[in-house]
């Protein structure tokens, strides 16, 4: 039997290094990894059910809902109001916050706010998609009914981020800010298993990870760093290597184990970008940070932004130190 540690039981060991820890941050893990293991499963099986396609509503940003999208927004939910750890969830597929009023979620401390389904567009073509999640610490008073400053929270403030990969495996990887840790799922046991422990990000990369269909209303500091990507300079490993899936999980998920950049700036579609800075942004950015790297909007540190909405878009850099620098020194000097 190989010395494995399941993703509980380093949620425990991880809980004991802080003594006087309640264990509510650990048993809001444990509900993630529930919904996860369940949302797993009925990925597991697109294709042969009706659990593929659209459902023929759109989300309060104009896009359409794939079924997925709400079968998981519906579970993670449910998980999150089962526990009572929380007391509130915003997410890409609600139009408002949704508060619970139980006394024992109203008197939880949390809130989590999440992108449920990321990547819908690939589910019908059978590639990876994934769930991302941010955990905040309410700022209105416990046994209160939760409050739009209470989801409204810089990302500096996050107490935990993370992001399950339905891939060719599935992981679970998460950051308290003790850095990122990665768990494989096996699914004979049902459990997650610690494979990717303290994860870093090398400081140079190859890969660079963009929608380059809408180059042609790119900033231009966007399109000088997309050609410096391009150039024959062999003794700095350039050009770089060309990656996009189309998941923010995915293509976040090989930068982070290889060395790349994932770029989302403004389009003539998205003027912001088109990545929410509350599901999407902040926790990957809280992530990056945690593995050694950098998010930025272009200009600023993600993390420090005030968010003024919920839905809120924003440009997004996030990867290997120096090439986020790099990109932000083509945007400052053409800007
Ligand atoms: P979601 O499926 O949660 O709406 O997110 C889609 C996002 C992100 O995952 C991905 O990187 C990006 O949209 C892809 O957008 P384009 O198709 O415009 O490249
Ligand atoms: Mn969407
Ligand atoms: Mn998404
Ligand atoms: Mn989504």
Do not use: W
């Not at 039997?1 to 893990?29: C, R």
């Not at 104009?62 to 509130?88: H, P, S």
């Amino acid at each position: 039997m190989p010395n494995m540690k399941t993703l509980g039981e380093f949620i425990v060991e991880k809980q004991n290094d802080f003594p006087h820890a309640s264990g509510d941050l650990s048993s809001l893990l444990g509900s993630i990894k529930l919904a996860a293991k369940i949302v797993n499963r009925e990925i597991n099986k697109a294709g042969l059910v009706d659990i593929t396609g659209a459902v023929g509503s759109e989300n309060v940003q104009g896009e359409e809902q794939q079924k997925l999208d709400l079968y998981a927004n519906d579970k993670f939910k449910a998980a999150m109001e089962a526990r009572d750890q929380v007391c509130g969830v915003a997410s890409e597929e609600e139009d408002e916050a949704v508060t619970f009023n139980k006394d024992l979620n109203r008197n939880a401390k949390y809130v989590i706010l999440m992108d449920p389904l990321d990547g819908s567009s690939n589910i019908d073509v059978n590639v990876s998609v994934g769930t991302i999640f941010s955990i905040y610490r309410r700022v209105s008073p416990i046994g209160t009914t939760p409050t739009q400053e209470d989801f409204l929270q810089p990302g500096n403030q996050q107490v935990a981020a993370g992001y399950v990969i339905y891939g060719s495996s599935t992981m679970l990887v998460y950051t308290t800010g003790n850095g990122i840790h990665g768990f494989t799922y096996d699914p004979s046991l049902g459990v997650f298993c610690l494979s990717h422990e303290n994860m870093q990000i090398p400081e140079d990369g190859q890969i660079y990870s963009i929608n380059e269909g809408n180059y042609i209303r790119f900033p231009q500091g966007v399109k000088k760093y997309i050609k410096f990507c391009q150039e024959d300079v062999p003794a700095d490993n350039r050009p770089y290597t060309s990656r996009y899936i189309g998941s923010l999980v995915s293509d976040f998920h090989r930068n982070l184990l290889k060395g790349g950049i994932y770029m989302y700036p403004s389009t003539a579609m998205y003027p912001n970008g088109k990545l929410r800075l509350l599901y999407e942004c902040n926790p990957m950015a809280f992530l990056m940070e945690q593995a050694g790297g950098v998010a930025s909007d272009g200009k600023n540190r993600i993390l420090d932004i005030i968010p003024t909405e919920l839905h809120q878009r924003i440009p997004f850099f996030v990867g290997s130190t120096n090439m986020v620098k790099q990109v932000e020194s083509f945007i400052e000097e053409y800007p």
